[in-house]
């Protein structure tokens, strides 16, 4: 059987993105370098800090930890798939307004994991949404206004008109 | 200060949220540009070395290679750092290596591999020297001299010692004293963004640019001026967004100093960035410090002296030492009345990584040796600890000893508040068991003299073409939001509104010069630096406009962005048309902290003009069972002066007290012979959301007059107090004192398990006899001798020199590719463990060959008797199958607690159990018997063993901390491993060798796991206690058992984490069978476990932890039962 060496070709954030890469390259590199979608965080690259989480069918990952080859006919979700400064999400339009993070260098990746939480669970309670964050390591906040916006944002979402 | 504000006390987001949110933000890691180069750095592998020889020629004639340097390719100078007096490094080393993880070459190439292959190709011919670790070791005369500094005592950089107000008087007249020692070690800043920089050097015009995670620009451009031999109107640092601070980026910069030579010689941009371990090993953390303090006091409760003793580790360059010495010294005497106060502080050099500032400067740990004190005087005298420090509180008007002069002062507030909030005097008397109070106070200069020529901020404001002004600072913004608090202070002066004000910070071109943001200084300084630029802003405005309208410039109006002249229409503008009219213009004004410095020779005066003081109460729970510590609720008190931005604010207090639990529960860099072995963002365990607890800030406001709109400092104030509150908190709950931070869950489990004695039996097992003997012939012989035939004979890393990649599409398929000849060929399931192994160098591999999607190979299937398992199922379907949770719920609960969702996401279970072991020697890359083989010693017998095996560890002590591995035997399960011949079904008491080593070959595949159904009455429970519920255990256990009626008629229990493999307790078992448990059967049933243990130097708590999981997870089957 023949096997492509290289040119994976991965859908990003909807679109189909090719490369003629190596396929041990870390996503996180790859989103970051050869895609320059930066807003992808590299905080360790051991899948220890889960600034480079991202999604992949839906799922959180660490994306350092994740080999191109594999990402190949994936679907994969970056922090560039939601908001921008000027049109916030609204779940980013309450982590800014309730101070939920401050160097921000963690907050793409929280992004990410809280994303794929609502999307499996659209109403966690605080204990889920913590078991969601373990893996995001944030050293500025203590993570309280971040559980607090977040629940926060749960709650106006189950009370909207 | 009476007046209404507009903006200032209102809680503002942070300007630069919506980009940081977006992950539009640019930082230095983002940051590329056209035929950059990168840099990577050799750093020394040896605690203390002679450099004899460097060999570049092979990495020079690498791929890709630009250039390579080393220290003697930089001029012969050294960084000023805390001083000309105490400079005593060099840009990289020179004929000498003093920490493990000292810069001593570097190489810039094309790409990062080429520049990392480069620098592993770079030969040093290292004559080792003896090393010393310890700062009360270093000061011995025949210690190894690590610097030649004439005229201070062998290895001391620094002597502080004074005595105000006659300490001997003092003691003699006391009628109580009471004394303790306290040690630390080192805590590191863990800012998410690692270290590094961006040089760009332009060789036509001498200009040097970069871009750096600095929190001191203005220090970043005068060293690497002056390292490089540049003028230091040519190196500019620009404005760039960065991912921490703490003190972490605030000192000499060694990254961007090489990362700028590179670029100079290449005459082309480089970029260095440190990856996580370079970070731990060569970044600039807290220090370590032993502290002897002593208080006389009264029989009414006066404290009339105090004298402290401390030595600082220095680690091998002088940083921040100086000046941490000095705030440590502040804490002593300054917070509580105190009639005398004596020191004899000495920083200390040591073969470690150097000493920084990391928040807190030293304050959170003396404050901790203080406040225990405070403690154990209230109980000596009998009083109510918190009624005590309130009566000996400082008060405003209060002369401290060392001549602190409290002019605002709400501490004894801020302490009645923190007891009240935390409901203290209805508790006291009624603490439920296990449960503890404690408090803790402090005081922080706002803000320390940073140096003794002067501590100054500038801060300008520009008036720009479409109207909106540009505050420029200096001070680099790290996220605590000082922009948007400059530009508060701004709008409220000139009554605009903040959204017309932007802030440009760090371009040392573009902004005026200050200090930096450090020692919690920039809303007070360079605060009150922005409201005289401000003033001068109005000024000049109506300067000009009053030119241009012919009119007296004091009767021009300024509000709302509006200026105006009577109700003349024709004279009332907007600032985009002034700036049309008038022209854009910038001022720029310079506040300096005006008043006399302290004594240069013993320290007297005041040091700040004026302090803040603050009051913490901490309420914990301790788990007997297993020694951890939840803290329940932290109340943080502050008196700040005036709070200009709650929002920001409160984000520092929260911020400051997690970081503060780090400090006293977990966080600790753990050395080997000056290698730190913890240098990850696992084995470090800084605190993770579920450590977050309940926190209620509150402020007194006080209105200073010295500081802006009345604000005080505040950055650092909430983590100092906060060990101290913990502490004493545990103090409560357990009975006990602890003298070293941190607390961690192994000292309070020994310390409440002390009168307990466990029947370890060591001599049941009669290998445990030829063990003891190695390890009693270790430390002389056995260990020089392996450690030296290792160097020799032992098997060498292989380098990592990348690998191919395959995903075959089905089981067959990667059976062919497992078995091509000559081909060292590895499997990779989830791969969360084999890529971070093969970067580490714990795996090597020609070929990884991706098994993640075989669909052979995924699923759960559950048969009549059997439910199969694909090895390759995910951890996190296996605890989303609703069948397996009701039929097994020990292997949904159990898998859940494996590290976190990320991971989980894409581990799979047999992943999990052929995963390598997580020793730190091993994985801190020592040539050891796991890594070398049998000519190499094991690192564990003689070094930090903490986390080790207690039972059945011969040559290698790595434990087995796969939680599937004692779940999964206590199921009697099997697995199945498949070569290209057939499958065969190997139990899991059989699956690992007494090494712990797996018996799958290389050859084969682990395709599935069999779990018997269960077919009679039966209960279950994992038990698992690590750092946190995702960290690798330190002990766990899996109770399997089987019923009939109210007696167990089977039971399996497996022991996780305390021996290379998981172990089933046989004798246990058998006693369980026929037993009705009662609470004493439990008891005897779980000791019988750690019969024949034999623990090692640093590990026997495990086995009191073992026996009490055990019991747990006994009591636990019962309970179901019921």
Redesign the interface.
């Known amino acids: 059987m023949v096997k492509p060496l290289v040119g994976p070709s991965i859908e990003v954030n909807g679109e189909l993105r090719v490369a003629d890469v190596d396929s041990t390259m870390p996503l996180a590199l790859f989103l970051r370098d050869v895609l320059n979608l930066r807003g992808t965080k590299i905080g360790c690259g051991n899948g220890e800090c889960g600034a480079c989480t991202v999604l992949m069918d839906g799922r959180a990952v660490c994306s350092c930890l994740i080999p191109l080859g594999r990402a190949r006919g994936r679907k994969i979700r970056t922090i560039e798939s939601l908001g921008n400064p000027k049109a916030l999400h609204p779940l980013q339009a309450i982590l800014v307004e309730k101070g939920a993070f401050q160097c921000g260098f963690c907050t793409p990746g929280v992004m990410m994991s809280l994303l794929a939480l609502l999307e499996s669970n659209p109403v966690p309670d605080e204990a889920e949404v913590r078991t969601a964050l373990q893996g995001n390591l944030c050293r500025c906040t203590g993570y309280v206004k971040l559980l607090e916006a977040t629940m926060t944002y749960i709650w106006e979402r189950g009370h909207e008109p | 200060m009476n007046r209404e504000f507009q903006f200032v006390g209102m ?1 503002r ?2 300007i ?12 230095t ?2 940051l590329t540009r056209p035929g950059m180069l990168h840099g990577a750095v050799l750093r020394s592998p040896h605690a203390h070395a002679r450099i004899r020889q460097i060999d570049l020629s092979a990495a020079r004639a690498m791929p890709g290679v630009a250039v390579v340097v080393v220290g003697t390719d930089f001029p012969d100078r050294r960084y000023v750092n805390a001083g000309p007096q105490y400079a005593d490094r060099h840009a990289m080393a020179r004929g000498k290596v003093r920490f493990v993880g000292e810069e001593v070459a570097a190489v810039a190439a094309e790409t990062s591999a080429q520049a990392q292959a480069a620098v592993s190709a770079i030969s040093i011919d290292y004559e080792v020297l003896p090393a010393v670790l310890d700062a009360e070791a270093a000061q011995a005369a025949d210690a190894p001299a690590i610097h030649d500094k004439p005229g201070l005592p062998r290895n001391v950089a620094q002597e502080s010692i004074a005595d105000f107000g006659g300490i001997d008087a003092a003691f003699a007249a006391a009628t109580h004293i009471v004394e303790g020692t306290f040690e630390h070690g080192i805590v590191a ?6 270290n590094g920089a961006l040089a760009v050097f332009d060789p036509q015009t001498g200009n040097m640019d970069i871009w750096a995670p600095t929190q001191a620009p203005f220090f970043v451009r005068k060293e690497v001026a002056y390292v490089l031999d540049l003028d230091p109107e040519h190196v500019r640092v620009r404005s760039v ?6 003190g972490g980026k605030s000192q000499s910069p060694e990254p961007i100093a090489i990362a700028a030579m590179l670029s100079k010689l290449a005459g082309r941009p480089v970029r260095i960035l440190l ?2 371990q370079e970070e731990f090993l060569s970044g600039k953390s807290d220090h370590a410090k032993k502290m002897r303090v002593r208080s006389a006091v009264a029989a009414d409760g006066t404290i009339i002296g105090r004298h402290t003793e401390f030595w600082v580790d220095n680690g091998a360059y002088t940083h921040m030492g100086p000046a941490y010495i000095s705030a440590v010294r502040q804490r002593t005497c300054n917070l509580y009345r105190v009639g005398a106060a004596g020191f004899d502080g000495k920083l200390v050099h040591t073969n470690k990584v150097s000493g920084g500032s990391y928040r807190g400067m030293g304050a959170p740990q003396i404050i901790w040796a203080i406040e225990t004190q405070m403690d154990e005087i209230a109980e000596k005298l009998g009083r109510d600890k918190l009624d005590y420090r309130i009566e000996v509180a400082n008060r405003a008007g209060d002369q401290t000893p060392q001549g602190w002069n409290i002019s605002t002062c709400a501490l004894t507030e801020c302490l009645a508040e923190a007891g009240r909030r935390i409901g203290w005097h209805e508790k006291k008397n009624s603490m439920p068991l296990n449960r503890g109070i404690g408090f803790a106070a402090m005081i922080n200069p706002s803000v320390g003299l940073l140096y003794a020529e002067g501590n100054f901020a500038c801060v300008s404001i520009d008036l720009k073409d479409d109207g909106r002004l540009r505050v420029g600072t200096q001070s680099a913004d ?4 000082q922009n948007t608090v400059l530009a508060q202070f701004v709008a409220e002066e000139l009554n605009l509104t903040p959204d017309q004000v932007d802030v440009l910070h760090m371009d040392t071109k573009e902004t005026p010069a200050d200090l930096g943001s450090a020692a919690s200084r920039v809303t007070f300084v360079s605060g009150n630096a922005a409201i005289k630029t401000a003033k001068a802003f109005r000024a000049e405005l109506t300067r000009r406009l009053a030119c241009l309208w012919s009119v007296p410039a004091d009767d021009i109006m300024f509000a709302d962005g509006i200026s105006s002249f009577g109700t003349d229409n024709a004279r009332r503008i907007d600032l985009a048309d002034a700036a049309a009219q008038v022209g854009t213009f910038r001022v720029e004004e310079r506040y300096d902290v005006d008043m006399p410095r302290p004594d240069p020779k013993t320290g007297y005066g005041d040091y700040a003009a004026t302090y803040g003081f603050g009051a913490q109460a901490a309420e914990v729970e301790v788990d007997p069972t297993t020694g951890h510590v939840s803290v329940l609720k932290v109340v943080v008190v502050q008196d700040i002066g005036r709070v200009i931005n709650p ?2 604010l ?2 520092q207090m ?6 503060g639990i780090g400090m006293a529960l977990r966080e600790e860099v753990v050395f080997d012979g000056g290698v730190p072995i913890n240098a ?3 084995t470090y365990r ?5 450590d ?1 607890p309940v ?1 209620e800030t509150a402020y007194i406001e006080t209105d200073d007059p010295s500081g802006p709109y009345g604000a005080k400092a505040g950055g650092e104030h909430a983590i100092n107090p906060t060990p101290a509150a913990i502490a004493n908190a545990v103090a409560q709950a357990t009975g006990k004192r602890f003298r070293k931070l941190p607390i961690t869950a192994a000292d309070v489990l020994c310390a409440l398990e002390e009168e307990r004695s466990l029947p370890i039996k060591p001599w049941i097992r009669p290998y445990n006899m030829e063990i003891a003997t190695a390890r009693a012939l270790y430390p002389k012989i056995l260990f020089p001798g392996l450690k030296k035939l290792g160097a020799a004979v032992g098997r060498k890393p292989r380098p990592a020199n ?6 075959p ?1 089905d089981l067959e ?1 990667a059976l062919v590719a497992l078995g091509r000849p000559n081909r060292k060929v590895k499997i ?1 399931a989830g ?2 463990d084999l ?2 192994g093969l ?1 580490q160098g714990v795996y090597a591999a020609d070929s ?1 060959v ?1 098994i ?2 075989l669909s052979d190979l995924k699923g759960i299937m559950i048969g009549d008797g059997v439910i199969r398992i694909g090895a390759a199922t995910t951890i ?1 379907e296996l605890t989303e199958h609703e069948d397996l949770l009701r039929m097994h719920p020990m292997l949904s609960d159990g898998l859940a607690k494996i ?5 989980r ?2 581990a799979t279970i047999a992943g999990d159990l052929a995963q390598e072991k997580r020793c730190w020697f091993f994985r801190s890359g020592a040539q050891c018997y796991k890594a070398g083989g049998v000519s190499c010693p094991c690192y564990a017998v003689l070094g930090d063993n903490r986390h080790h095996s207690v039972m059945g560890a011969g040559r290698c002590a790595a434990p087995c901390v796969a939680d599937a591995a004692p779940i999964l035997t206590a199921l009697d399960a099997s697995v199945v491993i498949a070569d290209y011949a057939g499958e065969r079904r190997v139990p899991m008491t059989n699956f690992y060798r007494w090494s712990g080593e797996t018996v799958v070959a290389t050859n084969e595949i682990i395709t599935a796991i069999e779990v018997p159904r269960p077919n009679v009455a039966h209960t279950q429970a994992f038990e698992k206690h690590a750092g ?3 960290d690798f255990a330190d002990a766990s256990v899996a109770v399997h058992l089987a019923w009939q009626e109210d007696r167990v008629i089977k039971a399996r229990i497996s022991l996780g984490a305390v021996a290379p493999l998981p172990v089933r307790a046989k004798s246990a078992e058998r006693a369980l069978a026929g037993s009705w448990l009662t609470d004493s059967a439990v008891r005897a049933a779980a000791e019988m476990v750690i019969a024949g243990a034999l623990p090692l130097s640093d590990n026997g708590y495990k086995c009191n932890l073992i026996v009490n999981l055990t019991e747990r997870a006994l009591r636990k089957n019962r309970d179901q039962r019921a």
Request: charged residues 20%.
């Open positions: 809680p987001p942070q630069e949220g919506p980009d940081k949110v977006t992950g539009r933000a640019v930082y890691h983002d800043p863990v800012c998410l963004e690692t967004a960065i991912g921490g601070g703490f990856n996580r790290c996220g605590t939001s929002l920001a409160d984000g929260h911020g400051g007290v997690v970081q990850s963002l696992i800084a605190p993770r959301i579920i977050t926190i990348g690998h191919d990649y395959e995903r599409s398929d990779m791969g969360t890529q971070v970067r990884v991706d993640s999607d996190s590290a976190t969702r990320q991971i996401n894409v946190w519920d995702g």
